[in-house]
Nanobody, 123 residues
């Protein structure tokens, strides 16, 4: 199992970034996939999740600014981040699990597989 994030960068407030997570080693299309982030000195927190049917869940602090999507043919997960703020600065991780109950989809303990992260810095 491998999850490899990319797309992180240093950008100015208000700009956009798109993160990618390339996946291998499990049937991507059937898994619940999520983005999480961890800022220095803070706990890792959920950002957005998309399930096998394409249903999405967003944390309140990114609603209306971030969009999660996936390409099953390319085994790739995306996170489009618009109107970035300094408080979005963090290491961003993608995660996967076969099934996560709807009410716990932003809970990191529900996910078995994790990538190594990609850094996003907003100033």
């Amino acid at each position: 199992v491998q999850l490899v994030e990319s797309g992180g960068d240093s950008v100015q407030t208000g700009r956009s970034l798109r993160l990618s997570c390339a996946v291998s080693g499990f049937p991507f299309s059937t898994y619940c996939m999520g983005w999480f982030r961890q800022a220095p000195g803070k706990e890792r927190e959920g950002v957005a999740v998309i399930d096998s049917d394409g249903r999405t869940t967003y944390a309140d602090y990114v609603k209306g600014r971030f969009t999660i999507s996936k390409d099953n043919a390319q085994n790739t997960l995306y996170l489009q981040m618009n109107s970035l703020k300094p408080e979005d600065t963090a290491m961003y991780y993608c995660a996967a699990d076969y099934w996560v109950v709807y009410g716990r989809r932003l809970v990191l303990l529900e996910y078995d597989y994790w990538g190594q992260g990609t850094q996003v810095t907003v100033s």
